[in-house]
């Protein structure tokens, strides 16, 4: 993680971002062209997810961070700091994998429940960065009055 000033370790984290909603995009697509191939759609729930989460969330939450960088290039902002947005990536880049493992864990003996304790981290994730972003919006239109 960068340790310059203003907005750029908020752009390091929106590009890990990018990166991170582009390896889910080729395993969406590559898991979808599968199911197609094989006429087998048992992995439906990791398909979807790995493109709705996994590329569209994620992208989305680099453009919220990228928008955070430019917010914070004037000065920083209360309670939005580098180290919150690295804990949410992490939450939601842990909590992820996990939940999709757990959609293709056996059933009968119990272990795809493995996925929900990695949704809560997914689901904390999503908090953590409602937070941040409503912090920096509050920044922002303050610095604006």
Known sequence: MSTS???EAFRSIARRY?????FYLALGLLLGAGMLWFGND???FLHSHALLVGTGLFAAYGAGFWWIAGRSDAGPLPGVTAALANVQFWLANVGLPGMLAGSVLPVGLGL???G???GFLEAAAGVLF??????ALKAAGARRA
């Open 116 to 118: 929900v304790p990695f």
């Open 18 to 22: 990018y990166r991170v909603a582009l």
């Open 5 to 7: 000033t203003g907005g």
């Open 42 to 44: 048992n992995f439906q």
């Open 130 to 135: 409602a937070v941040l972003l409503s912090r």
């Open 112 to 114: 795809d429940r493995i």
